[in-house]
C-alpha cells in the first residue's frame, strides 16, 4: 500500500515504479545498447580504413582531421535536425549522427595508436620479411591497441550519453522514457532512465577495459611472479 | 534541395528574427546562458586546476573528473533539474548544468598545461630563488597559457554546442528554433534552427582561435619570447594529443 503510493506521492525512487515498468525499461535499455554498438561498430569500420590513409598520404592529414574536427562542433540537436531530410524519423538518422561524431575520437585514436609503435620494431619485422598486410595485422596493430582501445572506450562512453538526444526523434533508447517522463514531471522515470544512462556508460567502459586487457596480455604486471616471492618470503624468515 | 531552399526562405523572412521566438531574441537568451555558464565554470575550474597543477597534486581527481563529465548526459541532468523545485529558477537549471559540463575540460587542460611545464624550467626558476608565487606567476602560468587556451576553446564551443538541449526541456535559447519545428512539423524550420545553431558554434570556435592567436602574439611579446614560443610549441602539440578529449558533447 504505502509502496504503491509512491507512484502517486511521485516520489524520485520508487520501487512500484521499477516492478510495473521493467518491460518499457528493458527495451530502452536494449535499444540504448543497439544505437550505441551500431554507431562505435560503424564509427569503427569507417575510422580505421580513414585512418590508414591518412597515414599513407600525410598530405591529406590535415584535411581530414579537419573535417572530422568540425563535425565535432556541431551540436547534436542540430546534427539530427539537418541529416532529417535525408533519414527522416529512424534509428539511422541518429545512428548517422552518432557514427560522425564518433569518428573524431576513432580517427585520432587509431593514429595515434599507429604513431606509437616503435620505428625499430617495425624495421626489424620488416627485416624478417613480413609484408605490409602482416605487418600491420601481426606487429602494428596490437602493438597500438592500447591507445586504440582508449579511443574506443571515449567514443563508446560519449555515445551512450549522446544516444540521450536521439529521443528529439523518437530513438533515444532511455532519452526517451526522460522526454516522455518531462511534461507530467515523472521524477521517478526521469531520475531511474537518467542513473540507468550512467550506470550503462560505466559498464560499458569497464567492460572494454577488461577486453583491452585480455587483448594486451604482454601489458599486464607478472603477477605469478610477485606471489612466488611473497610465498618464499616467510619461508626465509621463519 | 527543396527542403535547403525553404530553409533559406525561412531564414530570410524578416518576421522570424523579430518577437518573443524570433531568432533575435533566442540568440540572445544562448549567448547569455552560454556566457554565465562560460564564466562561473572558469571560475571554479581554473584557479582550482593551476593550483592543484602548481602544487603537482590531484592528477588522478583532474582526470577522473574528466572522464566522468563524458560519461553524464547533460539531457538528463537538464531533465533531473526541470522535474526538481528548480524547475521554476529560469535559466538556472540550464546554467548548472552547463557549469557542470564546462568543469572537466578547463580543470583538466589548466592542471596539464602546469604540470607539462618543462621540469629543468621550474628548477632552474627555483635554483634562481623564485618564491613559489613568483614562479607560477613568471614561469608555469605563462608557459601553461596555450594548454589553458585549448582548454577554454573546447569549453566554450563545448557550452555553446550543449546550450542547445536547452531547448528540449522546454526552455529558450536557439534550439528552441529546431524544437519548435519539430512540434509543428514545419522542416524548413527545423533545418533553418540547425544551420544557425551549427554556424553559431562555428563562429565561437573560429572566434577563440583568433583571440587565441592574437593573445599568444601579444604575451609573447610581454613574457620571455624563447620561453614563451617553446611553450607554445609544447602546447601546440599537447594540444593536438588532447583534442580527442573536446567533447561538445551535447549529450
Redesign the interface.
Known amino acids: 500500500m504505502a509502496e504503491a503510493n509512491c507512484l502517486v506521492t511521485n516520489d524520485w525512487i520508487c520501487g512500484e515504479y521499477l516492478r510495473t515498468r521493467a518491460q518499457e525499461l528493458t527495451d530502452a535499455t536494449l535499444q540504448h545498447i543497439g544505437i550505441t554498438a551500431v554507431s562505435v561498430l560503424l564509427g569503427i569500420v569507417v575510422a580505421f580504413p580513414l585512418a590508414l590513409l591518412v597515414r599513407a598520404r600525410p598530405r591529406l592529414a590535415g584535411p581530414v582531421l579537419a573535417l572530422t574536427?568540425?563535425l565535432?562542433?556541431?551540436?547534436?540537436?542540430?546534427?539530427f535536425?539537418?541529416l532529417?531530410?535525408l533519414f527522416g524519423l529512424s534509428s539511422a538518422l541518429v545512428v548517422t549522427g552518432l557514427v560522425l561524431?564518433a569518428l573524431?575520437?576513432l580517427v585520432?585514436?587509431v593514429l595515434?595508436g599507429l604513431a606509437a609503435v616503435p620505428a625499430e620494431t617495425r624495421e626489424a619485422a620488416r627485416g624478417m620479411g613480413y609484408g605490409p598486410g602482416r605487418l600491420l595485422w601481426e606487429v602494428e596493430l596490437p602493438l597500438a591497441l592500447p591507445a586504440l582501445m582508449a579511443?574506443i572506450r571515449?567514443a563508446t562512453?560519449?555515445t551512450?550519453?549522446?544516444?540521450?538526444?536521439g529521443?528529439?526523434v523518437g530513438r533515444g533508447g532511455?532519452?526517451n522514457l526522460?522526454?516522455d517522463?518531462?511534461p507530467t514531471?515523472?521524477?521517478a522515470q526521469?531520475?531511474t532512465?537518467?542513473v540507468l544512462?550512467?550506470l550503462l556508460?560505466?559498464a560499458a567502459?569497464l567492460l572494454l577495459l577488461g577486453l583491452q586487457r585480455l587483448l594486451t596480455p604482454w601489458n599486464r604486471p607478472p603477477r605469478p611472479a610477485r606471489r612466488r616471492t611473497a610465498a618464499v618470503r616467510p619461508g626465509e624468515g621463519g | 534541395m527543396g527542403v535547403l531552399t525553404d530553409a533559406w526562405t525561412w531564414l530570410a523572412t524578416g518576421a522570424h528574427w523579430t518577437g518573443e521566438d524570433g531568432v533575435g531574441h533566442r540568440l540572445a537568451e544562448h549567448l547569455y546562458v552560454s556566457g554565465a555558464a562560460l564564466l562561473l565554470a572558469s571560475a571554479v575550474a581554473l584557479p582550482l586546476g593551476l593550483w592543484l597543477g602548481h602544487l603537482g597534486r590531484g592528477g588522478t581527481l583532474a582526470v577522473n573528473i574528466s572522464n566522468a563529465g563524458r560519461a553524464v548526459p547533460v539531457f538528463a541532468v537538464l531533465a533531473l533539474f526541470m522535474v526538481s523545485p528548480l524547475r521554476n529558477a529560469g535559466y538556472l537549471p540550464t546554467v548548472i548544468a552547463l557549469v557542470l559540463f564546462a568543469i572537466p575540460p578547463l580543470l583538466t587542460h589548466a592542471y596539464v598545461g602546469v604540470r607539462e611545464v618543462d621540469r629543468a624550467v621550474v628548477e632552474a626558476a627555483r635554483g634562481m630563488g623564485m618564491s613559489g608565487g613568483q614562479l607560477f606567476r613568471a614561469v608555469e602560468l605563462p608557459l601553461a597559457r596555450p594548454m589553458l587556451m585549448t582548454g577554454l576553446r573546447s569549453a566554450a564551443v563545448q557550452v555553446v554546442a550543449t546550450a542547445t538541449l536547452a531547448a528540449m526541456v522546454g526552455l529558450g535559447g536557439l534550439g528552441r528554433i529546431i524544437t519548435a519545428g519539430f512540434n509543428t512539423y514545419d522542416t524548413p524550420q527545423v533545418v533553418a534552427g540547425a544551420v544557425l545553431v551549427a554556424a553559431l558554434a562555428l563562429l565561437v570556435e573560429g572566434a577563440l582561435v583568433a583571440a587565441d592567436r592574437l593573445g599568444g602574439r601579444l604575451f609573447g611579446r610581454a613574457g620571455g619570447r624563447a620561453g614563451s614560443r617553446a611553450g607554445s610549441r609544447a602546447g601546440r602539440r599537447t594540444g593536438d594529443r588532447d583534442a580527442p578529449q573536446q567533447d561538445n558533447g551535447n549529450g
Open positions: 574536427t568540425l565535432y562542433t556541431i551540436p547534436s540537436l542540430a546534427m535536425s539537418l532529417l531530410p561524431y573524431t575520437i585520432r585514436g595515434a579511443g571515449m562512453v560519449s551512450i550519453a549522446l544516444t540521450t538526444v529521443s528529439l532511455l532519452g526522460i522526454e517522463a518531462l514531471f515523472f521524477k526521469v531520475l532512465a537518467a544512462c550512467v556508460a560505466v567502459d
